[in-house]
């Protein structure tokens, strides 16, 4: 158990389904993120959060709409999906942005499949 | 960023040492030396940080020489719960730019 808890763990829907994916975090962290890891690929930035404002929003389209109502909670709100978008949807935290050496806490992710 | 170099995939055997070399020349002055540990379909787990010579805790030792430009995560007899990626970074922005590369595959046999 690293803190960091996401629902649901597995997920499946259609293209054009709506779905969101919650990540709560219990750690008292000020920063979080969601990562994208697609099958045999390395894990991907898709968002980052501080202090529940978006610092990093890398090149993800918009079908992919992140949101964070404080610090504890972040969701990920998907719609219309292709099927290239099935992966492992990874949050993590971390105590700050700024610090050298920031370690990352991770969720047990989402396994999404779109068909 | 630092670029690092591991290793694609290692095997080893329950109860020996494993030693994975993680390359960094490029290495900034603040950056630190960063380990994670990832099973399938898990999130990567923090398992050892440092900046210089060694550090040790209760899962592994991280060795780092002098001058830096390489690191070698060490596991004391692995068992087959060890077979996970074994992720090395070398960075300094805090977790704004975390960035992961392919990571070394561990597999460990009976």
């Known amino acids: 158990e690293t803190g960091v808890t996401q629902t649901p763990r597995h997920l499946v829907m259609g293209m054009t389904n709506k779905k969101s994916l919650k990540c709560e975090q219990h750690?008292?962290?000020?920063?979080m993120y969601w990562y994208k890891q697609s099958a045999k690929k390395p894990l991907e930035l898709m968002f980052v959060y501080s202090l529940e404002e978006r610092v990093e929003n890398n090149s993800v389209p918009s079908r992919f709409s992140p949101e964070c109502p404080n610090s504890s909670h972040l969701f990920l709100h998907l719609h219309t999906l292709q099927p290239e978008d099935s992966a492992l949807y990874l949050c993590a935290s971390s105590q700050d942005l700024d610090r050298d050496n920031e370690k990352l806490f991770f969720g047990s992710g989402t396994q999404l499949s779109v068909l | 960023l630092a670029k690092t170099t591991q290793p694609i995939s290692m095997d080893s055997y329950e109860g020996q040492e494993v030693n994975i070399t993680c390359s960094h020349n490029n290495i900034a002055t603040n950056d630190y030396i960063t380990w994670y540990q990832q099973f399938p379909s898990q999130g990567p787990r923090f398992i050892i940080q440092g900046y210089k010579t060694k550090v040790t805790n209760e899962v592994a030792s991280l060795f780092i020489p002098a001058d830096r430009k390489s690191s070698t995560l060490s596991l004391p007899r692995v068992s087959l719960s060890d077979t996970a990626v074994y992720y090395c970074?070398?960075?300094?922005?805090?977790?704004?730019?975390?960035?992961f590369g392919a990571g070394t595959r561990l597999f460990v046999k009976a």
């Open positions: 970074l070398a960075q300094n922005t805090g977790g704004f730019k975390t960035i």
């Open positions: 750690l008292g962290h000020n920063a």
